[in-house]
């Protein structure tokens, strides 16, 4: 039986591109809900991560990094998504990288100037400064950006702070019964989180060499006794993005295949028979019917 001062609530995770909130709704959850990569933009979906404790349900909200370049109806989207995924939820933690802000972050701020919630600011990665003295005087400098429930400076890859961060959160959650089973810790299924896992792999082994033109769509999931048949289409923009992810004989797609294969298969717990194929589809990144018909809304729900 819960008790009478149960807290329940959405936390919205915002922030720019590439300021630590996959890695960081990766550390609250305990385990990896969101795919990472050192690229910007790699979250293109809202992604929510559920953690159950015995005195709170804390429903953390990842978002697409919010950024000014919307020339692409791809960015368009991001935007679109992270905005939206600020509409009704109870608290936000507004992540920043060290103490670094760019105009990036002016436009996060802007989009916060709308909402009544309480707002702490996390500044991310301070692990990563070298000159430790700059520490406080830059976190009183960004306290000063917004009127900030809490400034919290932390290190999502370390884990350092993070608890501060959790126990401030739940603080400000209203009091209310949990909105999913204690067990789960996702909304999305796993065909989602399987594509999202090859994506993660292409990007990290493609970074320099492939721009955001691709996507992964699982196109056949099918579970038996002692194993799981995954067939996934991998979608380019142009014939030479293609060569590039199929690589010299298939060796580059071999080798992303059988590293996403590998975390699926600790992911479901299962052994898994995975086959990549690679289509093109000519400016899709830029094309609004073609990105609905590859899953992406506008709400963020493939």
């Known amino acids: 039986m819960l008790s009478k001062d149960f807290r329940c609530g959405f936390i919205a995770l915002v922030g720019r591109p590439n300021v630590g909130k996959s890695t960081l709704l990766n550390r609250l959850i305990g385990q990896k809900i969101s795919i990472t990569s050192r690229r910007p933009q790699t979250t293109r979906h809202r992604i929510i991560g559920i953690k159950t404790l015995t005195s709170a349900q804390l429903i953390y909200v990842d978002t697409p990094g919010l950024h000014r370049y919307s020339g692409r109806a791809m960015n368009r989207h991001m935007n679109r998504t992270a905005t939206m995924a600020l509409q009704d939820v109870d608290v936000v933690v507004f992540l920043v990288e060290g103490l670094r802000w760019?105009?990036?972050?002016?436009?996060?701020?802007?989009?916060?100037?709308?909402?009544?919630?309480?707002?702490?600011?996390?500044?991310?990665?301070?692990?990563?400064?070298?000159?430790?003295?700059?520490?406080?005087?830059?976190?009183?400098?960004?306290?000063?950006?917004?009127?900030?429930?809490?400034?919290?400076?932390?290190?999502?890859?370390?884990?350092?702070?993070?608890?501060?961060?959790?126990?401030?959160?739940?603080?400000?959650?209203?009091?209310?019964?949990?909105?999913?089973?204690?067990?789960?810790v996702t909304d999305r299924s796993e065909r989602f989180l399987v594509a999202e896992r090859i994506r993660e792999k292409l990007f990290r082994k493609l970074a320099r060499e492939l721009p955001y033109g691709l996507s992964v769509e699982v196109e056949h999931f099918r579970r038996e006794r002692h194993c799981v048949h995954i067939h996934a289409l991998i979608w380019v923009e142009r014939q030479s993005q293609k060569t590039i992810v199929i690589g010299k004989q298939g060796a580059m797609l071999r080798e992303v295949g059988q590293q996403a294969r590998i975390e699926i298969e600790k992911m479901l717990e299962s052994k898994v028979n995975l086959k990549l194929w690679v289509k093109v589809k000519e400016g899709w990144a830029d094309d609004e019917r073609a990105l609905k018909s590859l899953g992406y809304a506008d709400d963020g729900q493939p």
């Open 102 to 184: 760019t105009p990036d972050d002016d436009l996060v701020l802007t989009e916060l100037e709308r909402l009544d919630c309480p707002v702490i600011l996390a500044v991310n990665k301070v692990d990563l400064i070298a000159d430790k003295e700059t520490l406080l005087p830059g976190l009183q400098s960004l306290s000063h950006k917004r009127l900030f429930t809490d400034v919290i400076p932390l290190s999502a890859r370390k884990g350092d702070n993070v608890d501060q961060l959790e126990t401030c959160v739940e603080a400000l959650l209203p009091v209310g019964e949990r909105f999913f089973p204690e067990d789960q």
